[in-house]
C-alpha cells in the first residue's frame, strides 16, 4: 500500500478514484504518566510517554486507514492528513484521512 501526502505519486498514474477513507483511534491519559508529566512540567523537558503514546495513536489510526483502502480495492492512499480533538477529560482521538486510488 502506497501512502503518501502528496496529491499524486511521482511516476504512476491514478486509473481509479475510490473515495475518502480514515482510521482513527481514541486514547486515554493514564493517571502514572499523567502524574511524571507534570512534574516534567516543572522542570522543562520532553513528555517521553506522552510522545510514545501519540506516535503508538498515528501508528494504529494510519493502519486502519489502510484497512480500510484495500477493503475499497485501493492500492494507495494518497494526501493524507491527520488531525487530533478532545472526545473527553483525558481523552483525544487521533484521525488519519485520505483518499483512496488504485495507480499503475
Not at 505519486?9 to 481509479?16: N, Q, S
Not at 486515554?28 to 510517554?49: P, Q, S, T, W, Y
Amino acid at each position: 500500500m502506497i501512502v503518501s501526502t502528496l496529491e499524486y505519486v511521482p511516476g504512476k498514474t491514478v486509473t481509479a478514484h475510490l473515495g475518502i477513507v480514515q482510521g482513527s483511534t481514541v486514547r486515554a491519559k493514564h493517571l502514572g504518566r499523567d502524574f511524571l508529566a507534570g512534574l516534567k512540567n516543572i522542570v522543562g523537558g520532553e513528555l517521553g510517554a506522552y510522545t510514545e503514546l501519540l506516535s503508538d495513536a498515528r501508528a494504529e489510526a494510519l493502519q486502519r486507514m489502510e484497512q480500510q483502502a484495500r477493503a475499497v480495492g485501493a492500492n494507495a492512499v494518497l494526501n493524507v492528513r491527520f488531525a487530533t480533538s478532545s472526545v473527553a477529560q483525558g481523552a483525544a482521538e487521533l484521525l488519519a484521512y485520505g483518499t483512496a486510488v488504485t495507480v499503475d
